[in-house]
């Protein structure tokens, strides 16, 4: 079993639509949650940062982290075109170690 | 702010050939820097984490002698795939932490893609 599991896709939604892009973990002891957003052939771009359980919103961006169901998502509202992307989570051990385990990726398109 | 840059973008080299690859902060001074690697439709995975002037950690698997990291300075990093084979092929991507936010906090660059024949 991966420490991290996330359903690679692709999803297609119609531009508009909430999207809903969500992980599962095993380590009990991952403290960091991360969401990337990565281009095709580019480097990974941070998103939501978020320590411990709770929500944080960003602009049309929601971060959920549930620690009790080992569970995170990540919220798009108002979907664009331009938010077709792979989404990453990504996660890390208390202590800061640096130590990032990655999601798989999900691929989301949003169409026009 | 927190570029972080990658040069070259894109590699092709020979069979047993060495590669050396560039990551540079550039508005930022990076206390550590991290290398991944990254096959198609799979995720980034850890090889090594370095810290300025320090001798690199790597991660469980991956070859300290044919991978050879370099953390020069504060805004410097350097890979080196000595005697690089098809098998090597893939895309590489560094990252780099800033003071102050810790290293859970990583920001990328852009990836090179080696393609060795």
């Known amino acids: 079993q991966k420490e991290v599991e996330q359903d690679p896709g692709p999803l297609s939604v119609p531009e508009g639509a909430i999207v809903s892009l969500n992980c599962t973990y095993s380590?009990?002891?991952?403290?960091?949650f991360m969401w990337y957003r990565q281009y095709s052939r580019k480097g990974p771009e941070l998103l939501m940062y978020?320590?411990?359980?709770g929500n944080k919103e960003d602009g049309r961006f929601t971060a959920q982290v549930d620690k009790s169901s080992k569970y995170i998502s990540l919220f798009i509202r108002d979907s664009q075109p331009s938010d077709s992307a792979t989404y990453l989570c990504a996660m890390s051990l208390s202590g800061n170690t640096g130590k990032l385990i990655f999601g798989q990726g999900t691929t989301l398109q949003v169409k026009p | 702010g927190a570029v972080v840059s990658q040069h070259p973008s894109w590699v092709i080299c020979k069979s047993g050939t060495s590669v050396k690859i560039e990551c540079r902060s550039l508005?930022?001074?990076?206390?550590?820097m991290f290398w991944y690697r990254q096959f198609p439709k799979q995720s980034l995975m850890l090889m090594a984490t370095s810290n300025e002037g320090s001798k690199a950690t790597y991660e469980q698997g991956v070859e300290k002698d044919k991978f050879l990291i370099n953390h020069a300075s504060l805004t410097l990093s350097t890979l080196t795939v000595t005697s690089a084979h098809p098998e090597d092929s893939s895309f590489y991507i560094c990252s780099a932490s800033r003071a102050g936010e810790g290293r859970g906090t990583q920001y990328f660059g852009p990836g090179t893609r080696l393609t060795v024949l």
């Open positions: 380590n009990s002891a991952f403290q960091y």
């Open positions: 508005d930022f001074q990076a206390t550590t």
């Open positions: 978020t320590y411990s359980s």
